[in-house]
């Protein structure tokens, strides 16, 4: 699952962990010593939701460390 990271899913309405459609998922970006990215705090990725209670990440990111499409994550659910 996911390798210390901060994150959290927006799915709507939808309290399922087990969402048939796609879920945002928003990681935490970890700033470097110069405070980059000064843009943005947090970044957003799309996931499938998967048996076991995990999520399939279906987005590249571009400011998280350590993770990579097709990883299998966990998060929790915050409206």
Do not use: H, Y
């Amino acid at each position: 699952m996911a390798k210390n990271k901060k994150l959290s899913v927006m799915d709507g309405e939808n309290s399922s962990p087990f969402a048939k459609g796609p879920v945002e998922i928003w990681f935490e970006i970890q700033k470097d010593e110069e405070c980059f990215p000064t843009s943005q705090d947090w970044e957003e990725l799309w996931a499938t939701p998967i048996e076991g209670g995990g999520f399939r990440l279906e987005s590249t990111p571009f400011f998280v460390k350590d993770i990579a499409l097709g990883d299998i994550v966990s998060a929790e659910r915050t409206k």
